[in-house]
Protein backbone atom coordinates (compact mmCIF):
# COMPACT_ATOMS: atom_id res chain seq x y z
CA UNK A 1 0.00 0.00 0.00
CA UNK A 2 0.95 3.31 -0.31
CA UNK A 3 -0.69 6.84 0.93
CA UNK A 4 -0.62 9.77 -0.93
CA UNK A 5 -1.10 13.37 0.57
CA UNK A 6 -0.94 16.57 -1.97
CA UNK A 7 -0.53 19.96 -0.07
CA UNK A 8 0.37 23.61 -2.34
CA UNK A 9 -2.96 24.04 -4.14
CA UNK A 10 -4.78 27.48 -3.99
CA UNK A 11 -6.07 30.54 -5.90
CA UNK A 12 -3.51 32.61 -8.16
CA UNK A 13 -3.77 35.12 -10.92
CA UNK A 14 -3.12 34.37 -14.37
CA UNK A 15 0.83 34.54 -14.72
CA UNK A 16 1.35 33.77 -11.53
CA UNK A 17 2.68 30.73 -9.86
CA UNK A 18 2.08 27.65 -7.90
CA UNK A 19 4.13 24.73 -6.15
CA UNK A 20 2.40 21.52 -5.67
CA UNK A 21 3.99 19.07 -3.28
CA UNK A 22 2.65 15.19 -2.82
CA UNK A 23 3.49 13.12 0.54
CA UNK A 24 4.01 8.91 -0.47
CA UNK A 25 4.53 6.70 2.40
CA UNK A 26 4.19 2.45 2.92
CA UNK A 27 5.46 0.57 0.24
CA UNK A 28 6.40 3.50 -2.26
CA UNK A 29 9.80 0.84 -3.45
CA UNK A 30 6.56 -0.80 -5.16
CA UNK A 31 5.81 2.33 -7.75
CA UNK A 32 7.72 3.14 -10.51
CA UNK A 33 6.14 5.41 -11.93
CA UNK A 34 4.87 9.15 -9.89
CA UNK A 35 2.37 11.64 -11.60
CA UNK A 36 0.50 14.69 -11.60
CA UNK A 37 -3.12 14.65 -12.83
CA UNK A 38 -5.77 16.85 -13.41
CA UNK A 39 -9.43 16.70 -13.50
CA UNK A 40 -12.41 19.82 -14.03
CA UNK A 41 -16.20 18.49 -13.48
CA UNK A 42 -17.43 16.68 -16.43
CA UNK A 43 -14.29 15.94 -17.78
CA UNK A 44 -11.87 12.97 -17.99
CA UNK A 45 -8.78 13.26 -15.71
CA UNK A 46 -5.89 14.07 -17.82
CA UNK A 47 -2.22 13.42 -17.12
CA UNK A 48 0.26 16.53 -16.48
CA UNK A 49 3.46 15.14 -15.75
CA UNK A 50 4.50 12.50 -14.93
CA UNK A 51 8.54 10.90 -13.70
CA UNK A 52 9.93 7.62 -13.53
CA UNK A 53 12.04 6.42 -10.45
CA UNK A 54 15.06 7.22 -12.78
CA UNK A 55 14.05 11.06 -13.25
CA UNK A 56 12.60 10.72 -16.60
CA UNK A 57 10.02 13.29 -16.93
CA UNK A 58 7.22 13.86 -19.72
CA UNK A 59 4.95 16.25 -19.87
CA UNK A 60 1.23 16.88 -21.54
CA UNK A 61 1.79 19.12 -24.46
CA UNK A 62 -0.83 21.65 -22.86
CA UNK A 63 1.83 22.40 -20.05
CA UNK A 64 5.15 22.05 -21.52
CA UNK A 65 7.62 24.79 -20.80
CA UNK A 66 5.80 25.97 -18.27
CA UNK A 67 5.24 22.56 -15.50
CA UNK A 68 8.28 20.85 -13.81
CA UNK A 69 7.73 17.78 -12.30
CA UNK A 70 10.44 16.68 -9.72
CA UNK A 71 11.00 14.21 -6.68
CA UNK A 72 12.90 14.00 -3.53
CA UNK A 73 13.53 10.29 -3.14
CA UNK A 74 15.17 10.53 0.21
CA UNK A 75 12.24 11.99 1.31
CA UNK A 76 9.21 10.52 -0.79
CA UNK A 77 8.13 13.74 -1.81
CA UNK A 78 7.01 14.26 -5.49
CA UNK A 79 6.92 18.03 -6.68
CA UNK A 80 4.64 19.97 -9.48
CA UNK A 81 6.28 23.44 -10.27
CA UNK A 82 3.66 25.80 -11.91
CA UNK A 83 4.52 28.86 -13.62
CA UNK A 84 2.78 31.14 -16.30
CA UNK A 85 -0.16 29.79 -14.92
CA UNK A 86 -3.31 30.21 -17.35
CA UNK A 87 -7.29 30.10 -16.26
CA UNK A 88 -7.72 26.52 -18.09
CA UNK A 89 -4.92 25.22 -15.26
CA UNK A 90 -8.07 25.68 -13.08
CA UNK A 91 -8.95 22.09 -11.68
CA UNK A 92 -8.06 19.53 -8.82
CA UNK A 93 -4.80 18.01 -9.07
CA UNK A 94 -3.69 14.70 -7.83
CA UNK A 95 -1.20 12.88 -6.96
CA UNK A 96 -0.51 9.16 -8.41
CA UNK A 97 1.77 6.46 -8.33
CA UNK A 98 2.00 3.53 -10.42
CA UNK A 99 3.57 0.95 -12.37
CA UNK A 100 5.07 1.18 -15.83
CA UNK A 101 3.02 -0.20 -19.39
CA UNK A 102 5.51 -2.34 -21.68
CA UNK A 103 5.32 -1.13 -25.51
CA UNK A 104 7.64 -0.37 -28.17
CA UNK A 105 9.97 -3.09 -26.99
CA UNK A 106 10.67 -0.76 -23.41
CA UNK A 107 8.70 -0.13 -19.81
CA UNK A 108 7.45 3.53 -19.83
CA UNK A 109 5.23 5.62 -17.32
CA UNK A 110 2.48 6.97 -19.57
CA UNK A 111 -0.15 9.43 -18.95
CA UNK A 112 -2.88 7.04 -18.50
CA UNK A 113 -5.22 7.55 -15.45
CA UNK A 114 -5.73 3.21 -15.62
CA UNK A 115 -2.05 2.57 -14.94
CA UNK A 116 -1.65 4.23 -11.56
CA UNK A 117 -3.44 2.62 -8.53
CA UNK A 118 -2.76 4.90 -5.47
CA UNK A 119 -4.28 8.02 -5.27
CA UNK A 120 -4.41 10.97 -3.24
CA UNK A 121 -7.53 12.77 -2.65
CA UNK A 122 -6.27 16.11 -4.67
CA UNK A 123 -5.72 19.85 -3.81
CA UNK A 124 -7.50 22.57 -5.97
CA UNK A 125 -5.76 25.03 -8.49
CA UNK A 126 -7.91 27.98 -9.45
CA UNK A 127 -6.27 30.29 -11.53
CA UNK A 128 -8.57 33.93 -12.42
CA UNK A 129 -7.92 36.29 -15.29
Known amino acids: QVQLVESGGGSVQSGGSLRLSCAASGNTYSSYCMGWFRQVPGKEREGVAVIDSDGSASYADSVKGRFTISQENAKNTLHLQMNSLKPEDTAMYYC???????????????????????WGQGTQVTVSS
Open 96 to 118: AAGGPLYYSGGYYCVHESYSYNY
